[in-house]
Nanobody
Framework: VQLQASGGGSVQAGGSLKLSCLASGMIWSTFTSSRLGWYRQAPGKQRELVAELTRGGSTNYQESVKGRFTISKNNSKKTVYLQMNSLEPEDTAVYYC?????????WGQGTQVTVSS
């Protein structure tokens, strides 16, 4: 199994980006029953949870991104997304997707998001 993240880039404050993470090689039933998450790590800071989609289907967000970011998934494509709107310079970081299956913990390679003021 490999998580292939994409969609990062450089935008000005107020702009939008949509990150994607494909769970290549993962069985469909495993993907649909897993917890999905997006994390980020800014320079000099610890990795932090940005958004998660629980096994039960509920979503949780870091307080600083509520109302601006949306996590979603497409089961048929085995892909998890992070729609990021109204981006701020403080959102600049490397973003990582994460899938917890219950027995395994998978991480994507990270995709850089840079927001300029």
């Amino acid at each position: 199994v490999q998580l292939q993240a994409s969609g990062g880039g450089s935008v000005q404050a107020g702009g939008s980006l949509k990150l994607s993470c494909l769970a290549s090689g993962m069985i469909w039933s495993t993907f649909t029953s897993s917890r999905l998450g997006w994390y980020r790590q800014a320079p000099g800071k610890q990795r932090e949870l940005v958004a998660e989609l629980t096994r039960g289907g509920s979503t949780n967000y870091q307080e600083s991104v509520k109302g601006r970011f949306t996590i979603s998934k497409n089961n048929s494509k085995k892909t998890v997304y992070l729609q990021m709107n109204s981006l701020e310079p403080e959102d600049t970081a490397v973003y990582y997707c994460n899938i917890e299956t219950g027995s395994q913990d998978y991480w994507g390679q990270g995709t850089q998001v840079t927001v300029s003021s």
